[in-house]
């Protein structure tokens, strides 16, 4: 066993130095380098993540002169994604591609948002990837499927929102500083809040699907993505509190179906806690937002009751008045109580 993981390892080094040498050879020098920069990224060498200046070197790729290489860059991503069978190497891709969405310039945001629909072929649907290599890579297969839903689920939030979750350092109007962000979500109608409310939750959720093999958090590599992961799930923490927030100041002008809605939500978001707790070791506490989940989720509660009370005193005191006024048997002001039961279904 021992002799065929060296044996493993020996043939990967040799496949990373092969796809290396053919990038260096194509005559598309400019491309070429972008090529050998994701290789180095994404190498079959097991446990250690990409070091901080092999992500920097494809990060750069956003800031150079030539603007078909942001896309070349994304590309070669994806391609090495989709073709390997080595849950190493696609872990890592994911790793790198979601650098891209917390740190990377506009210009590879941007072609990482470059959606089939659009033509491209920026999809992470990795839900049937097992590498049966061995016992590690079947268990890492299982937090790579998990990661790539919750990269995809990171995308869609930025698009549902409008803006990215982390900035990038240029300007763009696709990107607003926290602090315009409240001003945002006060110009929203209920219905866009709840809208957005769904995505943020969903996000939640899929973060919080975490795999059994939490030990496999002693691997580097998957210590490093629970931590990038963890980023995200503050940043979306923060959009849901002003969400939230806002939201439970409406509740009074909010309608029966609008507040089952957002109920709906802040249970699917205390129902999402114990894995999350369990996921980041009690790392991001932040009991501030649960316990404002659970004091509007508690008003909107309040509201409903209120509401259904005044509906069914209307629809108890209308059906008494029809009652008297056609019963031919009563005496004049003799009134026959209507159990409440009887409108149950009204």
């Known amino acids: 066993m021992a002799q065929q993981k060296r044996l493993r390892i020996l043939a990967h080094k040799l496949k990373d130095k092969a796809s290396v040498i053919a990038a260096v050879l194509s005559i598309k020098r400019h491309e070429s380098s972008v ?6 990224a994404t190498t079959h060498a097991l446990a250690a993540p990409p070091s901080e200046s092999r992500i920097a070197a494809v990060l750069n790729v956003g800031h150079g002169p030539y603007q078909q290489l942001p896309r070349a860059c994304i590309d070669a991503l994806m391609d090495r994604l989709h073709y390997t069978r080595s849950a190493t190497v696609a872990m890592k891709c994911l790793f790198t591609l979601h650098n891209v969405v917390v740190k990377g310039p506009f210009t590879l945001k941007d072609q990482l948002s470059y959606y089939p629909s659009y033509g491209g072929h920026n999809f992470l649907n990795l839900s049937t990837f097992r590498d049966d290599s061995d016992v590690e890579s079947v268990e890492l297969s299982s937090w790579l499927r998990w990661y790539a839903v919750v990269l995809e689920q990171c995308l869609t939030v930025s698009r549902i929102l409008g803006y990215y979750l982390h900035p990038s350092s240029n300007n763009s109007v696709k990107e607003y500083p926290a602090h315009d962000r409240k001003s945002l979500v006060f110009g929203f109608s209920n ?3 709840l809208y ?9 959720e899929q973060v919080s699907c975490v795999p059994e093999s939490l030990h496999l ?5 998957v210590y490093e993505v629970v931590r990038l992961v963890g980023e995200d799930y503050r940043s979306v923490q923060r959009e849901i509190l002003l969400q ?3 939201l439970g100041n409406r509740t009074e002008d909010m309608d029966v179906g609008e507040l089952n809605e957002l109920l709906g939500y802040l249970r699917r978001l205390e129902e999402s806690k114990e894995n999350l707790v369990r996921l980041f070791v009690n790392r991001i506490k932040n009991n501030g937002f649960w316990d404002l989940v659970k004091k509007v989720k508690m008003k909107v509660l309040a509201m409903k009751e209120e509401i259904e ?4 005193t209307v629809v108890t005191s209308t059906a008494t008045e029809l009652t008297r006024s056609t019963n031919p048997f009563l005496e004049p002001g003799q009134i ?9 279904t009204v």
């Open 336 to 344: 026959v109580p209507v159990p409440p039961s009887s409108f149950a």
């Open 196 to 204: 957005k409310m769904e995505g943020l939750v969903q996000f939640v």
């Open 191 to 193: 219905a866009d809040l």
């Open 309 to 312: 009370g005044k509906w069914l």
């Open 244 to 246: 939230v927030e806002e």
């Open 35 to 40: 090529h050998v920069h994701v290789i180095r």
């Open 217 to 221: 958090q002693k691997n580097e590599l």
